[in-house]
T-cell receptor
Framework: GAVVSQHPSRVICKSGTSVKIECRSL??????MFWYRQFPKQSLMLMAT?????????EQGVEKDKFLINHASLTLSTLTVTSAHPEDSSFYIC????????????FGEGSWLTVV | ELKVEQNPLFLSMQEGKNYTIYCNYS?????LYWYRQDPGKSLESLFV?????AVKQEGRLMASLDTKARLSTLHITAAVHDLSATYFC?????????????FGKGTKLSVKP
């Protein structure tokens, strides 16, 4: 089946630094990718929708200058958490829409971010 | 705005018993997914339901969709401990941010011997 790969799976960074998370569709092209965050024992909350070659669409309450999303190719979207703070610590999960596979959505393995 | 209600949020079952998880959503959706999540892990896709009356089964799990009632169910038959996990339903936000998925709060299932 279609595979979405996220990297890194775990990252620890210091407060004030930036960290980049990559989301790749390995065997299909994804014109649309989605970024979610999940706090412990909670559900997934959509942060933004990423379209190849255009600006991301952010959900209400998500700071676009803090969570930079770039979707430079049909197989790669990146999320950069800028000037990270401990409250940004969370599980970040990406998903990708496989247009050639009936628009089915596939999820990555997730990335644990800890800001110390 | 699409809203999703899942119930129950917590479910403690004995092995061998049957139970149903319910997922209600508020507006039209063209598809609905069910996912399983184990602690510390990402989502594992269980089912995608595409049409009214769709029913899919895999092992001890069976999912159904009633688009008119805006209701999906996940039925567990003869539960076993390995089914312990959190289960999420997620209808597609038809007409929303390009069909992104909106998640229910999840049902934490614990199957006890």
């Amino acid at each position: 089946g279609a595979v979405v790969s996220q990297h890194p799976s775990r990252v620890i960074c210091k407060s004030g630094t930036s960290v980049k998370i990559e989301c790749r569709s390995l065997d299909f092209q994804a014109t649309t990718m989605f970024w979610y965050r999940q706090f412990p024992k909670q559900s997934l909350m959509l942060m933004a929708t990423s379209n190849e070659g255009s600006k991301a669409t952010y959900e209400q309450g998500v700071e676009k200058d803090k969570f930079l999303i770039n979707h430079a190719s049909l197989t790669l979207s990146t999320l950069t958490v800028t000037s990270a703070h401990p409250e940004d610590s969370s599980f970040y999960i990406c998903s990708a829409r496989a247009a050639g596979l009936g628009n089915t959505i596939y999820f990555g393995e997730g990335s644990w971010l800890t800001v110390v | 705005e699409l809203k999703v209600e899942q119930n129950p949020l917590f479910l403690s079952m004995q092995e061998g018993k049957n139970y149903t998880i319910y997922c209600n959503y508020s507006t039209t959706s063209d598809r609905l997914y069910w996912y399983r999540q184990d602690p510390g892990k990402s989502l594992e896709s269980l089912f995608v339901l595409l049409s009214n009356g769709a029913v899919k089964q895999e092992g001890r799990l069976m999912a159904s969709l009633d688009t008119k009632a805006r209701l999906s169910t996940l039925h567990i038959t003869a539960a076993v401990h390995d089914l312990s996990a959190t289960y999420f339903c997620a209808p597609s936000n038809y007409g929303g941010s390009q069909g992104n998925l909106i998640f229910g709060k999840g049902t934490k299932l614990s199957v006890k011997p």
